[in-house]
């Protein structure tokens, strides 16, 4: 029988031994142990679709020149799964912004790899090349992965609702 609904993933997980928490539209696990407690969310979308989110880390957890082999292994993960799309939310080229070596990165990767890669960023019209969106709801497609490149990332996932809508 289909998942289709978070109370039916609540008593799945509960059976593997998780303790979720659940919400109107989605189910939350911790996950990495008391070594790295990170999270896990399930969140079934409108139009039927399951997205899942995982943290992987939280900056400090690594070093910041690890920061593109981490995304890049997380990218690699993804293209295990399906065929995709993703998008760099603060995706920059101007050369002193921090985020642009990340932007780069993720743009050959796509590149080298038949990706498709949607910057997105409020105030560029333009990033390596490529059309900028102003949010994330003017990506033409639906995105597998959402890159966070900006000194707010925390208050970019508090705008969730907008990524849900839109994937």
Known sequence: MPI??????????????????????????????????YT????FTKNGQLQVT?????????????LGEI???????????????FA????????????????????EWADKNGAVFY????TSDEVFGR???RTIGDVPERVDLVAILTGTAVDTLGRRQDLVRHG
């Open 88 to 107: 760099v939310i603060g995706a920059s080229d101007i050369a002193t912004k921090p985020n642009t070596l990340m932007t780069r990165t993720l743009k």
């Open 40 to 43: 896990a969310a399930f969140t």
């Open 131 to 133: 059309p900028v969106y």
């Open 4 to 37: 289709t609904a978070p109370a039916q993933l609540k008593d799945l997980l509960e059976k593997q031994g998780y303790a979720p928490r659940v919400s109107a539209d989605s189910v939350f696990i911790a996950i990495g142990g008391s070594d790295a407690p």
């Open 54 to 66: 995982c943290q992987l880390a939280v900056l400090g957890d690594f070093p910041e020149a690890r």
């Open 71 to 85: 995304a890049l292994a997380a990218l690699d993960a993804n293209t295990q799964i399906s065929p995709y799309a």
């Open 119 to 122: 910057p997105v960023h409020p």
